[in-house]
């Protein structure tokens, strides 16, 4: 059984940065893709941020691309997302999630694809 706890959502002005963590529990974290999903107020999760099990590949939505990246520490069993240069449109909870198979080069932008979810943070941003 896998467990995803997040943290390091929070209230920020616009423009400014933040950085999520996610911790996972289990043997084998470096074996698995992980990804970032966030859902804001009446809308459906949607993709932000997936990493391949190495840490070499990873895919962003347009959304966030060039402000927004992720990293993992695989001795540490922990994969981060660095927010920057936010803004309204990011406002919503963010949720970190690990795929089944092992050793997937790059991390799924569905979420259909992915096994194990955290319960979320919020990250808030304002004007």
């Known amino acids: 059984q896998v467990q995803l706890v997040e943290s390091g959502g929070g209230l920020v002005q616009a423009g400014g940065s933040l950085r999520l963590s996610c911790a996972a529990s289990g043997r084998f974290f470096i074996r698995h893709a992980m990804g970032w999903f966030r859902q804001a107020p009446g809308k459906e999760r949607e993709f932000v941020a997936a990493?391949?099990?190495?840490?070499?590949?990873?895919d962003y939505a347009d959304s966030v691309k060039g402000r927004f990246t992720i990293s993992r520490d695989n001795a540490k069993n922990t994969v981060y997302l660095q927010m920057n240069s936010l803004h309204s449109k990011d406002a919503a909870v963010y949720f970190c999630a690990q795929d089944y198979p092992e050793f997937r080069a790059a991390g799924p932008t569905r979420e259909e694809e992915y096994d194990w979810w955290g319960q979320g943070t919020q990250v808030t941003v304002s004007s």
């Open positions: 990493i391949g099990w190495s840490g070499v590949n990873t």
